[in-house]
Nanobody
Framework: VQLQASGGGLVQAGGSLRLSCAAS????????MAWFRQAPGKELDFVAV????????YYADSVKGRFTISRDNTKATVYLHMNSLKPEDTAVYYC????????????????????WGQGTQVTVSS
């Protein structure tokens, strides 16, 4: 399984970006999908997750109200809509997939996910 993240770039503070994550097969459509990010010199942090059916979404406190995760299973793609971007949002963003039927309580842990994309760089200038 290969996950492909795209949509990163350079944006000014207050701007917006939309990240996309697609898989080489039907993984994206049949999985709980999450976004993580890693800033230079820091640990990998949970950003958001969406359940297989799109009903449940959860966010890190740091992005709540600014980021929205969504999915289009007809296109086998998951999105991360990022608004009101801040310099502290600068990081490499990774998408990840979990094929269990339901989200469990540890969805915020990187170890929960079996499949990962290669990452896309988001840089927010002040």
């Amino acid at each position: 399984v290969q996950l492909q993240a795209s949509g990163g770039g350079l944006v000014q503070a207050g701007g917006s970006l939309r990240l996309s994550c697609a898989a080489s097969d039907s993984t994206t459509s049949n999985s709980n999908m999450a976004w993580f990010r890693q800033a230079p010199g820091k640990e990998l942090d949970f950003v958001a997750v969406i359940s297989r059916n799109g009903v449940a979404t959860y966010y890190a406190d740091s992005v709540k109200g600014r980021f929205t995760i969504s999915r289009d299973n007809t296109k086998a793609t998951v999105y991360l809509h990022m608004n009101s971007l801040k310099p502290e949002d600068t990081a490499v963003y990774y998408c990840a997939a979990d094929r269990r039927p339901y989200l469990s309580g540890t969805y915020y842990s990187a170890n929960y996910y079996a499949y990962w994309g290669q990452g896309t760089q988001v840089t927010v200038s002040s």
